[in-house]
C-alpha cells in the first residue's frame, strides 16, 4: 500500500500463495478459483441453451459491463506521465519565502514527486487530438504537506469570468441536444452573446487553438491565487509553464493533414518520448502582484480573460518539472487521477477570483460522482504522506485512515481517548477583511476588447491569416445576425479584425454563391467542414 498508515483490515489480503497445479500465469477468478474452462458456456449439449450457474461466465460479463466509468464532463480526453518538481529556491533573484512559505518551493533542487495530466477539453473520451480546442494541462505535486494540484490549460486567459456561466457555454460547445451534431452556430451564439469570450476566441481559432502535441505547449494556472509568507501577508500570484521543448502549434490544414493518419497523435508523442527517455521539461514561472484592487490598471487583477502584461509584472523563475515515467494502467493512473482547485497546501490560498471559487466546488463535486466518494484513497490521488482522518467508509473504502497506535474505537474530533488532535499552527492566520453589498453584478473593469485587438496585432501574418481563414469557414455556417454580431465584436479589438473577417465572409459568400444559411450547411456538410470542430 502506497500510505503506511492504511489498515486493510484484511489481514494477509496480499498473499501470493499457489494452488497445487497453479503456476503464476495460471488464470483465476477473482476469487482465486483457478479457471480451467475459459472457451465455452457450460450448456445443455454444446449448441445451448445456457444454464444460470455459469459463475465464472457471468462474473467475467458482469464485470466487463461495468469496465467504463462516467467520463469527465469536460476534458475527457487526456494521457498523463509521472515526473518531479524541482525547486529554485527562489522567485527570480529574490528569495522565495519573501512571498511565500510553501514548503515545496524553499531549497533550491528540492524535489517533489508529480503526476500530469495533458487533456483537450470539449470532445469526447476518443476524439482526435487534432481538434481546435484549449488543452489541459493539471499537474498534482505530492509534497511533504500534502497534495497541491495546478489546474491550468496551455491558454493564459479564458472565455468567461463568471462561473455561473459555465454550463451554458459547455453546452453551447458540445453537441446539439437533438442530433448530437457539434455546430460552429451554437458557439457563435454563445460568443457573440458574451463579448468577454472575445480574447480567447481570438487566441482559439488562430494556431494557438491547435497546440502540435503535449509536449511543445505552455500551462498556466489562468485564475489568479494568492501566496502566503511566514508572516501572513498575501501577494496575488499567476503560474506559468514554459515548456523546454519549444512551442508548436498547428494550422488547421496541417491538423487536417495529422488526423488522416493518426487522431491520436499527441498521446502516442508523449508516450514515445518519455519510453525513448527523451524527457520533456518545462520551467514553472510566476507573475505577482501586491494584494490589492490595482486601480491604476485597467484590468481587474482577478479577471481570468485578462493576461498580466510580461513588461509590468516579470515572469519569475521558481522551478523546473520533468516529466520521465509512463503511466503502467491508464484506468487506474490516468483516467482516475482527480484534480481540483481546492487542493492547495499551506502558503498557498485563493484570491476573491469569483471563477475560481466556482471551479473549486466543480472539481471534487464531480469526481465524487465520476470516481465515487472514496476517490481520494486510489494510489494516484492519495498524498504520498500520513494521513488521518474521522471520514469513514462509503462505496468502495478500501481502508481506514487512521494513526498508527489511534484509538480505533474514536472516529471523532475532539476527544480525550487518544484520538486524532488538530496540528499545531505554526503561522499567524491570514484574515483579510471583506465587506460589501451582496450583489449580481459584473466586474467593473470589464475591457473586454483591448487585449484581445493587442493580441491580435501580435500575431505574425500566418497566425492572422489562418485565424481570419477559420473564423470566415465557422461563422459562413450561421445565421446572418450572429456573423453581424462578431464582426461588430471583432471590430472593437481591431478596425482591421473586423474588416478582415466581413471581407473574408464576402468573398466566401460570393464564391459559395451562399445566401441562405441553409444552402452553407449543406456546403458545409458536404465539404466536410468543421461541423465536428468548433
Ligand atoms: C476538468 C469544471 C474552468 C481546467 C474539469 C472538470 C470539471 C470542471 C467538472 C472535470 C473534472 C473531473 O471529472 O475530474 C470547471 C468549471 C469551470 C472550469 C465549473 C469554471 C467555472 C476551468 C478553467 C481551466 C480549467 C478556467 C483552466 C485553468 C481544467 C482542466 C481539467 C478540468 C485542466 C482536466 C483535469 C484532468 O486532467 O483531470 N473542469 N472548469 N477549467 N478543468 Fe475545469
Known amino acids: 500500500l502506497e500510505n503506511g498508515n492504511a489498515s486493510t483490515g484484511a489481514g494477509d489480503a496480499l498473499d501470493h500463495r499457489l494452488a497445487e497445479g497453479e503456476d503464476q500465469q495460471t488464470l483465476t477468478t477473482r476469487q482465486g478459483h483457478p479457471v480451467t474452462y475459459n472457451q465455452n458456456l457450460r450448456t445443455v449439449g454444446n449448441r445451448g441453451p445456457a444454464t444460470l450457474e455459469n459463475y465464472h461466465f457471468i462474473e467475467k460479463i458482469s464485470h466487463f459491463d461495468r469496465e467504463r466509468i462516467p467520463e469527465r464532463v469536460v476534458h475527457a480526453r487526456g494521457a498523463g506521465a509521472h515526473g518531479y518538481?524541482?525547486?529554485?529556491?527562489?522567485?527570480?533573484?529574490?528569495?522565495?519565502?519573501?512571498?511565500?512559505?510553501?514548503?515545496?518551493?524553499?531549497e533550491a533542487g528540492k524535489q517533489t514527486p508529480v503526476f500530469v495530466r495533458f487533456s483537450s477539453v470539449i470532445h469526447g473520451g476518443h476524439s482526435p487530438e487534432t481538434l481546435r480546442d484549449p488543452r489541459g494541462f493539471a499537474v498534482k505535486f505530492y509534497t511533504e504537506d500534502g497534495n497541491w494540484d495546478l489546474v491550468g490549460n496551455n491558454l493564459k486567459i479564458f472565455f468567461i469570468r463568471d462561473a455561473i456561466k459555465f454550463p451554458d457555454m459547455i453546452h453551447a460547445f458540445k453537441p446539439d441536444p437533438v442530433t448530437n451534431i457539434?455546430?460552429?452556430e451554437r458557439f457563435f451564439d454563445f460568443c457573440s452573446n458574451s463579448p468577454e469570450t472575445i480574447h480567447m476566441v481570438t487566441f482559439v481559432y488562430s494556431p494557438w487553438g491547435i497546440p502540435a502535441n503535449y509536449r511543445q505547449m505552455q500551462g498556466s494556472g489562468v485564475n489568479t491565487y494568492k501566496w502566503l509568507n511566514k508572516e501572513g501577508k498575501a501577494v496575488l500570484v499567476k503560474y506559468h509553464w514554459e515548456p523546454k521543448q519549444g512551442i508548436k502549434n498547428l494550422t488547421s490544414q496541417e491538423a487536417a493533414a495529422i488526423q488522416t493518419k493518426n487522431f491520436n497523435h499527441a498521446t502516442q508523442d508523449l508516450y514515445e518520448a518519455i519510453k525513448k527517455g527523451e524527457y520533456p521539461e518545462w520551467e514553472l514561472?510566476?507573475?505577482?502582484?501586491?494584494?490589492?484592487?490595482?486601480?491604476?490598471?485597467?484590468?481587474?487583477?482577478?479577471?481570468?480573460?485578462?493576461i498580466w502584461p510580461k513588461d509590468q509584472f516579470p515572469w519569475l523563475p521558481i522551478g523546473r518539472m520533468v516529466l520521465n515515467k509512463n503511466p503502467e494502467n491508464y484506468f487506474a493512473e490516468v483516467e482516475q487521477a482527480a484534480f481540483g482547485t481546492g487542493v492547495l497546501v499551506d502558503g498557498l490560498d485563493f484570491s476573491d477570483d469569483k471563477m475560481l471559487q466556482g471551479r473549486t466546488f466543480s472539481y471534487s463535486d464531480t469526481q465524487r460522482?465520476?470516481?465515487?466518494?472514496?476517490?481520494?484513497?486510489?494510489?494516484?490521488?492519495?498524498?504520498?504522506?500520513?494521513?488521518?482522518?474521522?471520514?469513514?467508509?462509503?462505496?468502495?473504502?478500501?481502508y481506514v485512515d487512521q494513526a498508527p497506535g489511534q484509538n480505533p474505537h474514536v472516529n471523532y474530533e475532539p476527544s480525550s481517548m487518544n484520538g486524532l488532535k488538530e496540528a499545531p499552527k505554526q503561522y499567524p492566520d491570514y484574515t483579510p477583511h471583506i465587506a460589501g453589498k451582496l450583489v449580481r453584478e459584473s466586474i467593473e473593469r470589464t475591457n473586454d476588447f483591448e487585449q484581445a485587438g493587442d493580441t491580435y496585432r501580435s500575431f505574425d501574418d500566418v497566425e492572422r491569416t489562418d485565424l481570419i481563414h477559420n473564423l470566415v469557414t465557422d461563422l459562413a455556417v450561421c445565421r446572418p445576425q450572429i456573423q453581424e454580431r462578431m464582426i461588430e465584436l471583432?471590430?472593437?479589438?481591431?478596425?482591421?479584425?473586423?474588416?478582415?473577417?466581413?471581407?473574408?465572409?464576402?468573398?466566401?459568400?460570393?464564391?459559395?454563391?451562399?445566401?441562405?444559411?441553409?444552402?452553407?450547411?449543406?456546403?458545409?456538410?458536404?465539404?466536410?467542414?468543421?461541423?465536428?470542430?468548433?
Open 85 to 106: 518538481f524541482e525547486a529554485y529556491g527562489k522567485a527570480g533573484n529574490e528569495p522565495i519565502d519573501k512571498y511565500t512559505r510553501a514548503k515545496l518551493f524553499q
Open 182 to 184: 457539434q455546430h460552429p
Open 285 to 306: 514561472l510566476v507573475q505577482i502582484m501586491s494584494d490589492d484592487e490595482h486601480p491604476e490598471l485597467d484590468f481587474d487583477p482577478l479577471d481570468d480573460t485578462k
Open 369 to 398: 460522482y465520476r470516481v465515487g466518494a472514496n476517490y481520494l484513497q486510489l494510489p494516484i490521488n492519495a498524498p504520498k504522506k500520513h494521513v488521518s482522518t474521522n471520514q469513514r467508509d462509503g462505496q468502495m473504502a478500501f
Open 490 to 534: 471583432f471590430t472593437k479589438c481591431d478596425p482591421d479584425y473586423g474588416r478582415q473577417v466581413a471581407e473574408g465572409l464576402k468573398s466566401y459568400r460570393y464564391q459559395h454563391k451562399l445566401d441562405k444559411k441553409e444552402q452553407a450547411v449543406q456546403e458545409a456538410e458536404q465539404k466536410g467542414h468543421s461541423t465536428d470542430s468548433y
